[in-house]
């Protein structure tokens, strides 16, 4: 069993950085690959990015590549999403997931409650 706990969002002017955190409890962290998926109102929840449980393994949504950066320290349970050059179609609801390395939700095992990132023109 793990459980997720996400922070870091808020509001940010397009062309500013945020970088998001996901928390996970229980021993077994390092063996699960990590994703991060948003979701805008009225939308399905989508595909940001993902890394294996060593980090040697990275993919990202094309709409996120060169802009966006995922990594994790295991050491310390934890996943981040370094996100700059924002744009206002950024906004939405993110969130962190834990499974198995993939780009399909249904890869995923354990959800986060989400955090919120909105981002103004």
């Known amino acids: 069993q793990v459980q997720l706990v996400e922070s870091g969002g808020g509001l940010v002017q397009a062309g500013g950085s945020l970088r998001l955190s996901c928390a996970a409890s229980?021993?077994?962290?390092?063996?699960?690959?990590m994703g991060w998926f948003c979701q805008a109102p009225g939308k399905e929840r989508e595909f940001v990015a993902a890394i294996s449980w060593s980090g040697g393994r990275i993919n990202y949504a094309d709409s996120v590549k060169g802009r966006f950066t995922i990594s994790r320290d295991n050491a310390k349970n934890t996943v981040y999403l370094q996100m700059n050059s924002l744009k206002p179609e950024d906004t939405a609801v993110y969130y962190c997931a834990a499974g198995t390395f993939g780009m399909i939700k249904a890869r995923y095992d354990y959800w986060g409650q989400g955090t919120q990132v909105t981002v103004s023109s």
């Open positions: 229980g021993r077994t962290f390092s063996s699960y690959a």
